[in-house]
């Protein structure tokens, strides 16, 4: 892999975690207090912080002292909320054009919205719920349709927090699913959250923690 594509690689979790934190900050609910809001930030960033690089990639989560902050027995084996994050790298070091990108999304059902970027939608007692998202590479991570003719990038990011609207091992696999058929389409290659090539080790690993989260709720 080039040093670009690592440069791009590392930008593409800044995106991640803007764009996650500010679709979350905009969500239209209930005013809260300056209290509850602010750790409800701090809250989604520890998905982002202690799970990147210089955001904490591959650095382990702090835990609080024996006897300190300790959970009610009846959360203390409720898994961790989940951030899956999978990488679309152009396989030959060359950029993605636009129209081949948008003209994809329509073709797997991915809807332009929130932020500039692709969701996959689920309805919840009528309203629209963002199960996973895909946004370009580099900054600041837009996929604009009305852009397509004069855009390109090297690379897309998938993401999708769990648990979410959408049952987690059904929502685990039409993510895959959607990758996959964008890796095709667009000749790029599918890395994890680390950086390396996508794995069935990883894939399993991921659908355990999904299966977990699911029979959780």
Do not use: C
């Not at 690089?53 to 961790?80: I, M, T």
């Not at 049952?167 to 696999?173: F, G, N, Q, R, W």
């Not at 058929?181 to 950086?195: G, N, S």
Request: no cysteine; charged share 25%.
């Amino acid at each position: 892999m080039s040093a670009m594509q690592w440069a791009l690689l590392v930008a593409g979790l800044a995106v991640v975690g803007l764009v996650y934190w500010y679709s979350r900050r905009d969500l239209d609910e209930p005013e809260t207090t300056e209290t509850e809001d602010a750790q409800g930030q701090m809250g989604l960033w520890d998905n982002f912080g202690d799970q990147f690089d210089e955001f904490g990639v591959g650095k382990p989560r702090v835990r609080s002292a024996p006897g300190l902050d300790e959970p009610a027995d009846d959360q203390a084996d409720a898994p961790e909320p989940k951030l899956v994050v999978f990488y679309l790298v152009e396989r030959n070091n060359a950029f993605i054009p636009g129209t081949h990108i948008h003209q994809s999304m329509d073709v797997l059902k991915m809807q332009f919205g929130h932020r500039h970027i692709y969701h996959r939608i689920k309805e919840v007692g009528g309203v629209p719920q963002e199960v996973f998202s895909v946004a370009s590479i580099a900054k600041p991570g837009y996929l604009d349709p009305q852009e397509a003719e004069s855009f390109s990038t090297p690379g897309l990011v998938v993401f999708m927090n769990l648990p979410g609207p959408e049952h987690a091992e059904v929502a685990l696999d039409d993510m895959l699913r959607t990758t996959r058929k964008l890796a095709e389409w667009l000749q790029a290659d599918i890395l994890d959250d680390q950086r390396e090539p996508l794995s069935d080790e990883r894939i399993e690993a991921l659908q355990r923690d999904a299966r977990l989260i699911a029979s959780s709720r």
